[in-house]
T-cell receptor
């Protein structure tokens, strides 16, 4: 079975500062990894995903995440955050070829001006 | 066009009633999964359908059921609603796509 741990429930940062949201997973088989963002009263939006290939994946809005198999991590980073990045972020894992996603508990990112 | 369409967006029901939610993945995608999101339990897997067959089921009581039709549309049914069933219900197509619908927010009064 897979499991996901998001190490921080809340992360406050100042605008234009860098941020890292940490995600560790546990699995005995090969996995797919995902980061989702959820704005208040909205559904989940896919931010980026790792399926295979390059271990560094990027999103169109400046976020990136690196798959580290040896450390079983998939941390999300952004070099400079904006007020509009305030949201909850979820890391998720699925076994390759399976449909079931296992989610972490979420990290609430708060951007202060 | 959205990859997954969920209807309705909002529902208000009372305890003891039943409810049916709908999910339509974009044409050609045969896999659908359902999730429940609550403040206390987070995001939890309900079940998965592929080509009209339930392939996997989460740890939910039998009051939660689902089905999938030949056009890939899926419905989720909750009978004898309880207050704790108030949640955002999300539907996803194939996990490798990472694509979710906007969700149905169910409030049980």
């Amino acid at each position: 079975a897979q499991s996901v741990t998001q190490l921080d429930s809340q992360v406050p940062v100042f605008e234009e500062a860098p941020v890292e949201l940490r995600c560790n997973y546990s699995s005995s088989v090969s996995v797919y990894l995902f980061w989702y963002v959820q704005y208040p009263n909205q559904g989940l939006q896919l931010l980026l995903k790792y399926l295979s290939g390059s271990t560094l994946v990027e999103s169109i809005n400046g976020f990136e995440a690196e798959f580290n198999k040896s450390q079983t991590s998939f941390h999300l980073r952004k070099p400079s955050v904006h007020i509009s990045d305030t949201a909850e972020y979820f890391c998720a894992v699925s076994r390759q070829g399976a449909q079931k996603l296992v989610f972490g508990q979420g990290t609430r990112l708060t951007i202060n001006p | 066009k959205a990859g997954v369409t969920q209807t309705p967006r909002y529902l208000i029901k009372t305890r003891g009633q039943q409810v049916t939610l709908s999910c339509s993945p974009i044409s050609g995608h045969r896999s659908v999964s359902w999730y429940q999101q609550t403040p206390g339990q987070g995001l939890q897997f309900l079940f998965e359908y592929f080509s009209e067959t339930q392939r996997n089921k989460g740890n939910f009581p039998g009051r939660f059921s689902g089905r999938q039709f030949s056009n890939s549309r899926s419905e989720m049914n909750v009978s004898t609603l309880e207050l704790g069933d108030s949640a955002l219900y999300l539907c996803a197509r194939a996990s490798s796509s990472g694509d979710f619908g906007a969700g149905t927010r169910l409030s049980v009064l």
